[in-house]
């Protein structure tokens, strides 16, 4: 054993461990650890590797479904999609690295997320990403915006995914943490599934890609603290991404695993080659034995502490069948990448690391992992939000102008100036680009094709976690359906702050609960994820913000619908209530409608203040079901022509979004007649879920309410397609009216202008 | 006609533009590893998109020292045909097959989309099938498709009609607005004088079926097909 | 040895990156910049048994053929 600084208090508040945590690390081990057993003990025993405060609670999410391969535990959920084939996916952030270096973080966060799928043996179709930022109207939020776009971009491009789909959101609390949540999804056979277990004792244990240097050294336990000044020196640890080699280790791995010679394998993410041998150990009971005199090394120097806590990116661990090791580093040889034997698997359970033969560190796997701390945090609901107001005056009636002003709003305008970045066609799959409701890619040489999407609502959650989480399955769900597909499952990202106060551990069990009551109503089990704590900055906190990644098959293809008017002459009806239950939801608009005051022009986010003061509005999970029901009948009888959620901005946002031009078509209008019962402003920008504007040719409209009727779910033909112009009646009088092509410059150059300056 | 595609370690569009061939056109294709000098008797070689060696140094400047490209050059020197795409055409350029270079896009940013482009010149084996002035929808997908090259070359590769396709609106007309990277002259894609080697930056590929938004490249492929059955 | 090697792109090519600092820089107050040209450095270690004319073919060389497209970039190179 190397010589053994002193484990004083001071060491262990730089590792992030607590007394309590060293006392069982002394019993565990029967003596005192050195330094480098306490670096790998505080990586494996962070926050962001042991899920220490959230497992228990997480357990409580529903995992299993027939369509489930594995669920949650390994590197990435899998799916059956029938006929042989698999799919693999996952969210995972990268929040702080990309509030430190915002082009690297993001980067490497694509990057990690990439291998976490091909790590199983898929090769990766379609990338996403969710993206919280603060307003960006402040230049310090652009700046991190177009970084983290550009990281995005620039590693996603080279690797050659296509990055399909995802969400960007503008709220005050992202400032100081933003959020980058990358999510991506790999194909398969099913027969071809590779895990992260290190079986058959004896077997070599192989090291690949990139060589190891002092890269993010103790990234995993910075990921588990939250942000002061001082970390504004931890810059220099940012891990740097190298997407070319990243594409290069694909094709290395994927051809590898075709001979049949690799037995398991596991990619090396935040705590590097400590996470990759205790894990792979720990799921097959086996031990390791490294010697990281072997190790490939970038720098000089370099101490065991060091090699084992890197956080060098593109790096894989696989563990080869012995005597076949020379078919894998043939074919590594071909790519031109690193391939060394750096030690093998063992009977004792034991991870065994040498430098040069001897002795650095012997720790037992289950330690590390299985065994590693579990908290059950106190946890308090804080103060209730105070009662909404009642409600107050004459509504403003310019309806247009609110339109406008909405349509106005970063959170609900164009996000073409991102997805522009990215490359979303490569791979020739991409049968629905970014802007639908869903992105989708086809399976090629099948009739099959993925929907996919990410929704995610902080404001909602900071309001009601359980129900917020609720409605951004239920939203996901019914994104999904409206691209024609079937959801099959979920993964999710949950972006919380310090666990440790217990108003943030009850945000964590309500959001959980909510999350686990929607995918159980919808059918959806959740097949892995990724919880990121400590979003806070100089104490202040984020919402709560689940982030739900949701895959649906679309099968057949013809099945495919998008969100936009597809012809005139076709009725536009509503599935879904024209307005919800009244209930404080419905008297807080009403209230806050009467106060809008829209000027268009003075560069103030009308949408964004309006809904940052709605509560949350209820769900009814039952109606959310039946109405999905309906929509998924009314494709699958090809009566749906094409349907679109209503979700941010309500029903008045949908219908505009629905006549946007896409390349090759024009706008297109339609002419709505409201019924005289309700309030206009209500029916028209209130958020109620549960509901889908679809439309059908004129002869299907009874098919379709009959449908609905046996669903119990209500329809309202609320007009018809035309051209040009967007115009909202009722009888006698005109409630809004304005150009499609003047509403949709409005929405398009947004961003685009807020972008224009660069630096 | 058999296609060969190659490969460079970090291409990445290769599978796209095999596919087109095999599953789209039913035409026999085989990949070419950038090691191999052997072009398998193939009678068209596609240089496909993506980031060969990762654009590291300049794009396209590290794939033209490949053995494969040595290869290519002697099989365009006895006429064969040979489409760089995107990288391709990059690396089309850095080997001196043709004429120019690229710079960043005027907007500094990676560009994703649908295009329009004009085909300024038909009687090429790329567009034998096209007429002249037809506009094709084609996506691009690059961060270097700003086309230079010195003014005397330039009237030289306009008088000689190397220009085969320019940015467009969707009406056909060559205007500032269509041009989505600055290219000189809204210039797409351009040909060497003998007309068989051909590079452009947006992707045929990625317009060969109606599900991915237009089939408009096909007809580039198809014309490569016949002008070689005329022969 | 160690050779450091400039890569530009020619005055007569458009430098578009440089254009863009030079305007912001401009914006946020640097009034009295005239221009900006982005460029490329490498450094370049070499085997010390060369001499010092065997380390400046080389780099030319290298420089020439490789770090630089002649038809847009130059360069210029210094040896330590």
Redesign the interface.
């Known amino acids: 054993m190397q010589a053994n600084p002193a484990i004083t208090a001071e060491v262990l508040e730089q590792h992030n461990l607590t007394h309590a945590e060293y006392d069982r690390i002394l019993s565990i081990l029967g003596r005192s650890p050195n330094l480098t057993e306490l670096g790998i003990f505080s990586v494996m025993w962070s926050e962001h590797c042991s899920y220490k405060s959230s497992k228990l609670h997480l357990k409580r999410l529903p995992t299993q479904g027939p369509q489930v391969l594995q669920g949650p535990g390994e590197n990435a959920g899998i799916v059956d999609i029938g006929d042989g084939y698999a799919v693999a996916f996952k969210i995972e952030s990268h929040n702080h690295p990309s509030f430190v270096e915002p082009y690297q973080g993001a980067a490497t966060g694509v990057g990690g997320i990439l291998r976490d799928i091909f790590t199983m043996g898929a090769r990766p179709i379609a990338a996403m990403n969710s993206l919280r930022f603060g307003p960006p109207d402040q230049p310090r939020n652009r700046r991190i915006m177009e970084g983290v776009v550009a990281g995005i971009a620039g590693y996603g491009n080279c690797f050659g995914v296509p990055t399909v789909g995802g969400e960007v959101v503008f709220e005050e609390c992202y400032s100081q943490n933003p959020l980058v949540n990358a999510f991506a999804l790999g194909l398969f056979r099913k027969d071809r599934i590779f895990y992260g277990k290190a079986v058959g004792i004896g077997n070599p244990v192989i090291y690949v890609g990139a060589k190891t240097g002092r890269d993010g050294i103790h990234g995993a336990t910075m990921a588990s603290a939250e942000f002061d000044e001082a970390s504004e020196s931890k810059r220099p640890n940012v891990q740097v991404g190298d997407p070319f080699l990243e594409k290069l280790l694909l094709e290395a791995c994927l051809e590898a695993m075709k001979t049949g010679a690799v037995v398991g394998i596991q990619d090396m993410g935040a705590a590097g080659l400590t996470c990759s041998t205790c894990e792979m150990g720990g799921r097959a009971d086996t031990g390791i034995e490294i010697d990281l005199a072997r190790v490939p090394q970038r720098e000089k120097g370099m101490t065991p502490y060091e090699i084992m806590l890197s956080e060098s990116q593109e790096r894989m661990l696989l563990v080869a069948a012995k005597g076949r090791e020379e078919e894998i580093f043939r074919i590594f040889r071909k790519w031109e990448i690193d391939a060394v034997a750096i030690g093998e698997v063992t009977g004792d359970g034991m991870l065994r690391i040498l430098d040069r033969g001897r002795e650095v560190a012997e720790i037992p796997n289950r330690a590390l992992t299985d065994e590693a701390p579990l908290y059950r945090r106190p946890v308090a609901a804080p103060a209730r939000v105070p009662p909404s107001p009642t409600p107050a005056g004459a509504l403003s009636n310019d309806w247009g102008k609110l339109l406008e002003c909405f349509l106005a709003s970063p959170n609900l305008s164009s996000r073409e100036w991102v997805y522009r970045q990215y490359d979303h066609m490569v791979r020739t799959n991409t049968v629905q680009v970014p802007g639908a409701d869903a992105a989708v890619v086809r399976v090629k040489n099948s009739r099959k094709a993925l929907a996919m999407c990410l929704d995610g609502n902080g404001r909602y959650c900071r309001q009601d976690p359980r129900v917020g989480a609720q409605l951004a399955v239920a939203e996901s769900c019914r994104n999904l359906v409206c691209a024609g597909a079937r959801p099959l499952a979920a993964t999710n990202c949950l972006n919380m702050g310090n666990p440790e106060k217990p108003e943030i551990m009850w945000q964590m069990t309500q959001v959980v609960e909510g999350m686990a009551e929607a995918c159980r109503a919808l059918g959806t089990p959740v097949t892995g994820g990724n919880v990121s704590l400590y979003n806070e900055t100089l104490g202040e906190g984020i919402d709560p913000t689940p982030v739900i990644g949701m895959v649906g098959l679309i099968e057949p293809l013809s099945r495919l619908r998008g969100s936009w008017f597809v012809r005139e002459g076709h009725r536009v009806v509503l599935l879904g209530p024209l307005v919800g239950q009244p209930t404080g939801y419905s008297s807080a608009v009403r209230h806050h409608l009467a106060r809008l005051q829209p000027s268009r022009g003075n560069g103030t986010d009308l949408y964004t203040g309006w809904v940052g003061r709605l509560p949350c509005p209820p769900l009814d999970l039952d109606l959310e079901v039946r109405v999905q029901r309906t929509c998924r009948e009314g494709i699958e009888r090809d009566l749906i022509l094409s349907a679109h959620d209503c979700s941010d901005g309500g029903l008045a946002v949908a219908l505009a979004e629905m006549g946007f031009s896409r390349f090759g078509a024009g706008t297109l209008g339609a002419d709505i007649l409201l019924p005289p019962t309700e309030e206009v402003g209500e029916v028209l920008f209130a958020e109620y879920p549960s509901r889908i504007l679809v439309t059908v040719e004129e002869e299907n409209l009874v098919a379709l309410e009959k449908i609905a009727a046996l669903q119990g779910v209500p329809v309202t033909p609320l007009g018809r397609v035309v051209p040009e112009v967007l115009s909202v009646r009722r009888p006698g009088s005109v409630v809004l009216e304005r150009s499609v092509v003047s509403l949709e410059e409005i929405w398009r150059n947004c961003l685009g202008g807020l972008f224009a ?3 | 006609m058999k296609f060969g595609v190659l490969m460079f370690p970090g291409s990445n569009c290769e599978h796209d533009a095999y596919h087109a061939i095999r599953k789209v056109l039913r035409q026999p294709a085989e990949f070419i590893w950038h090691q191999s000098t052997d072009l398998k008797d193939c009678q068209a070689i596609i240089v496909p998109g993506g980031f060969s060696y990762g654009d590291y ?2 794009t396209g ?1 590290i794939a033209r ?1 490949s053995p494969v490209m040595g290869a290519v050059r002697r099989f365009a020197d006895r006429g064969g045909l040979v489409l760089g795409i995107c990288n391709g055409f990059q690396i089309l ?2 080997s001196g097959l043709l ?3 690229m ?4 907007g ?1 940013k990676y560009v994703c989309r649908q295009v329009s482009i004009r085909v300024e010149n038909a009687r090429t084996p790329f567009t034998g099938l096209a007429g002249e002035g037809d506009v094709w929808n084609i996506p691009i997908g690059h961060m270097e498709g ?1 086309y ?3 003014t005397d070359a330039f009237q030289r590769l306009e008088r000689n009609r190397q220009v085969v396709f320019r940015y467009c609106t969707p009406h056909g007309e060559i205007t500032a607005d269509s041009n989505p990277n ?1 290219s000189a002259a809204n210039v797409a894609g351009i040909c060497n004088p003998r007309g068989n080697v051909l590079g452009m930056i947006p992707h045929p590929e990625r317009a060969s079926e109606p599900l991915l938004g237009s089939e408009d490249g096909v007809r580039l492929f198809q014309s490569m097909i016949q002008s070689r059955s005329q022969v | 040895m160690r050779a450091r090697v400039y890569v530009s ?1 020619k005055k ?3 430098d ?2 440089g254009k ?2 030079h ?3 401009q ?2 107050g640097f009034q009295q910049i005239t221009e900006v040209r982005q460029g490329k450095f490498f450094e370049i270690d070499f085997a010390s048994e060369l001499t010092r004319e065997e380390v400046q073919a080389e780099v030319e060389k290298i420089a020439r053929d ?2 630089t ?1 002649p ?2 970039e130059e360069f210029s190179y210094r040896i330590e």
Request: aromatic residues 2%.
């Open positions: 300056d660069p630096l | 140094l300049r400047a020292f350029l850095e004429p120019g270079a710079l960043r896009n005027r500094l700003n230079t090259l010195d600055g | 792109l007569s090519v458009l578009p990156q863009t600092i305007h912001s820089l914006n946020i490789v770090l497209n038809v847009i």
